[in-house]
């Protein structure tokens, strides 16, 4: 089991900057995949990025490619998403996720799921 705990949204303007964390409990973190998604209002949950265990390998949605890039601290317990050139399309609920297994894009292929943290980008 793990404990996923997501922080570091909030209002920003267009053009600005966030940087989300998402903080795991354990001592097995290195051996998850990472993921975020998010949902905006009247739409369904979207994949965003996904990192490999080591952190060696990303891979992003369309929609944040050369936008957005995530990261992972092992020894920190800790994944991130740093988003940049944010747009008002941005604006949902971020979600962090843990996978036992490889990389993936899909909701469903992820185990454990932190409570979320709004991102808003005004115009």
């Known amino acids: 089991q793990v404990q996923l705990v997501e922080s570091g949204g909030g209002l920003v303007q267009a053009g600005g900057s966030l940087r989300l964390s998402c903080a795991a409990s354990?001592?097995?973190?290195?051996?998850?995949?990472m993921g975020w998604f998010r949902q905006a209002p009247g739409k369904e949950r979207e994949f965003v990025a996904t990192?490999?265990?080591?952190?060696?390998?990303?891979y992003y949605a369309d929609s944040v490619k050369g936008r957005f890039t995530m990261s992972r601290d092992n020894a920190k317990n800790t994944v991130y998403l740093q988003m940049n050139s944010l747009k008002p399309e941005d604006t949902a609920v971020y979600y962090c996720?843990?996978?036992?297994?490889?990389?993936?894009?899909?909701?469903?292929?992820?185990?454990?799921w932190g409570q979320g943290t709004q991102v808003t980008v005004s115009s």
């Open positions: 990192i490999s265990r080591s952190g060696g390998s990303t």
């Open positions: 354990g001592r097995t973190f290195s051996t998850y995949t």
């Open positions: 996720a843990a996978r036992i297994g490889p990389m993936a894009g899909k909701g469903d292929q992820y185990d454990y």
